[in-house]
């Protein structure tokens, strides 16, 4: 099985950090390109970050970026999405989600084909 699942998730205050990690099971996260997206309630799911197989590429969403970095370690088969300055705008479910081969130019949930379940993000005083 292709398994991947988000872990990291939960509350904190506006300003504050969390760290998201995907981990993959079934399969070597080597050969994939990965995304973060997130869906906040009655919001289309949008692309937060994606990387490329290596890690040389990535691509950050406007609204993101300076606040977040994603990173990863295939050593370990994981993804990481580490989150600095949240804002309540932040708040929604974070998918992480794997591409065979290329990252592409754009980080566009139509071409991601595997997706965990999701870890909820709530930024709130």
């Known amino acids: 099985q292709l398994q991947l699942v988000e872990s990291g998730g939960g509350l904190v205050q506006p300003g504050g950090s969390l760290r998201l990690s995907c981990a993959a099971s079934?399969?070597?996260?080597?050969?994939?390109?990965i995304g973060w997206f997130r869906q906040a309630p009655g919001k289309e799911r949008e692309g937060v970050s994606c990387?490329?197989?290596?890690?040389?590429?990535?691509i950050y969403a406007d609204f993101v970026k300076g606040r977040f970095t994603i990173s990863r370690d295939n050593a370990k088969n994981t993804v990481y999405l580490q989150m600095d300055s949240l804002k309540p705008e932040d708040t929604a479910v974070y998918y992480c989600?794997?591409?065979?081969?290329?990252?592409?130019?754009?980080?566009?949930?139509?071409?991601?084909?595997?997706w965990g379940q999701g870890t909820q993000v709530t930024v709130s005083s």
């Open positions: 989600a794997a591409r065979y081969g290329m990252l592409g130019s754009r980080c566009l949930r139509s071409n991601y084909a595997y």
């Open positions: 990387i490329s197989s290596s890690g040389g590429s990535t």
């Open positions: 079934g399969f070597t996260l080597v050969y994939y390109a």
